[in-house]
């Protein structure tokens, strides 16, 4: 019976670092594959154009599989959260991004600002690309909030440098959000990219922090 159990729970832990591993692989699988398309389609600009504006175009299905895939791993990531940190809300909120990911490949968002070549610069929003803005918007709204939720988590325990990490990428994330949401470009465009690099490199981290606490307790 012990045996038995022991196996069991060994199982399950498996499992959970397993979940844990999408966090890790779902930033540098999103932040790649869409940088790649950034520097090697003509007409998009860095400084100027959102990453979602990549679904469009005949490549645009790279970005829309990006889109999809990244979503799902961070669902998986969100589901081994839950079985790591015994709680709800922040996985959730995880998982809800994560959805809201597969969402924005599912309803593109519209051309515009010239791009892919030959779009107006201003261009009718569609009923797909408002449910782009409107998912997207949910999405990064509970990605905050799992932030500043994890961020009181990891206080509560003693563990500053995650705490902060975690609250630093919340409000970075936040003001870039709003920044771009404000329709300027140029500087606030690359501010905000590099809040999607923070926030991918905090997901990882995150994971990395319980996927070791799992292979502590195994050993």
Not at 74 to 83: D, N, Q, S, Y
Not at 145 to 166: D, K, T, W
Not at 181 to 206: E, R
Request: proline residues 3%; hydrophobic residues 55%.
């Amino acid at each position: 019976m012990t045996t038995n159990a022991t196996s069991q729970c060994t199982s399950a832990a498996r499992i959970t670092r397993s979940l844990l591993g999408y966090g890790v692989l779902a930033g540098p699988l999103y932040v790649g594959v869409s940088l790649a398309q950034a520097l090697t389609r003509d007409g998009f600009d860095l400084s100027k154009h959102a990453w979602s504006l990549l679904a469009n175009g005949d490549l645009g299905w790279i970005q829309i599989v990006n889109f999809i895939l990244a979503g799902l791993a961070t669902v998986a990531a969100a589901v081994g959260l839950r079985r790591a940190l015994g709680r709800r809300l922040a996985p959730a909120l995880i998982a809800a991004y994560g959805a809201s990911l597969v969402g924005a490949g599912i309803f593109r968002a519209d051309p515009a600002q010239g791009f892919p070549i030959g779009t107006p610069e201003t261009t009718p929003i569609s009923w797909h690309g408002a449910l782009h803005f409107v998912i997207g918007g949910v999405g990064f709204a509970c990605l905050i909030a799992a932030c500043f939720v994890l961020a009181r988590h990891f206080s509560r325990e003693g563990r500053r440098g995650l705490a902060r990490f975690s609250m630093v990428t919340g409000v970075a994330f936040l003001a870039g959000f709003a920044g771009i949401a404000s329709g300027s470009h140029g500087p606030t465009t690359l501010a905000f990219v590099a809040a999607v690099g923070i926030v991918w490199a905090w997901l990882a981290t995150v994971c990395v922090h319980f996927y070791r606490g799992l292979a502590d307790a195994a050993a």
